[in-house]
């Protein structure tokens, strides 16, 4: 069983730059896919960026140039720097670790509001 926790969302304006954190604990980190996904509110949750384990990344077109994700092994954290923020970035952030034999697990999501 991974628990995933995550932090650093809040409210900023449009333009501003966040960093999301997710830490997990109760599995081997390095052996998982770790990925981004938000939910709008009246809308589905979608993927935002996703980092392999063999350390490929894939990134939802709407973030591209935008948002990097990162991960340190060490310290069992994923990471999503997010800068030049849109009002449509406005959402739910939902960490996932996944891994076709160890399972696929979600954090309690955090809110992230870009709003001046």
């Known amino acids: 069983q991974v628990h995933l926790v995550e932090s650093g969302g809040g409210l900023v304006q449009p333009g501003g730059s966040l960093r999301l954190s997710c830490t997990a604990s109760g599995g081997i980190f390095r052996f998982y896919n770790m990925g981004w996904y938000r939910q709008a509110p009246g809308k589905q949750r979608v993927l935002v960026a996703v980092l392999t384990s063999g350390g490929s990344t894939n990134y939802a077109d709407s973030v591209k140039g935008r948002f990097t994700i990162s991960r340190d092994n060490a310290r069992n954290t994923v990471y999503l720097q997010m800068n030049s923020l849109k009002p449509e970035d406005t959402a739910v952030y939902y960490c996932?670790?996944?891994?076709?034999?160890?399972?696929?697990?979600w954090g309690q999501g955090i809110q992230v509001t870009v709003s001046s």
């Open positions: 996932n670790a996944a891994n076709v034999h160890y399972g696929n697990y």
